[in-house]
């Protein structure tokens, strides 16, 4: 188990209570780590400041006791912001109409990066409607396993 994974353990029960949901934790930095915590509101609300102090503190008792991190750190508690990761495979489905870029661990089909409608997940994979380029205009569904994604956000929609 990572060290993310044994502190999302620790906080999640708690920060649920209080209507928090876990985005992302990681752990960065070699010689001054940074715990950075990305929260959302169960209630799908703006995170605010407020919560982000609250969520501060919850986690800050938590992990005193705890203390999976051995040497000194900065904890960070942030919302995911307009270009939220999708790291959960709940987000692919909980934002499937949203248009996403995908990066992948190994090329398929000769690229790493796509871009498109998220479909959401059919058969454990994730599907994405490509966005169709001025080179190409078929419109294809790219299928990805869940573990072979590296990395996925949102593309934030400034017209909306």
Known sequence: MSIEQHIEDIIAPALSEKGFGVVRIQL???????????????????????????VTHIASVLLDVDDPIHESYILEVSS???????????????FAGAEIRVELKIPQEGTRRFQGILQGV??????????????????????????????????????A
């Open 122 to 159: 059919e058969n454990g994979l994730v599907k994405v409607k490509l966005t169709p380029t001025e080179q190409d205009e078929k419109i294809n569904i790219a299928e990805f396993a869940f573990s072979d994604i590296q990395k996925a956000k949102l593309i934030p929609d400034y017209k």
């Open 28 to 54: 960065q930095g070699s010689k001054r780590k940074t715990l950075q915590i990305m929260i959302e509101r169960n209630d799908e609300t703006t995170v605010t400041v407020d919560d982000c102090a609250e």
């Open 80 to 94: 995911p912001g307009i270009d939220r990761p999708l790291v959960k495979m709940s987000d692919f489905e909980k």
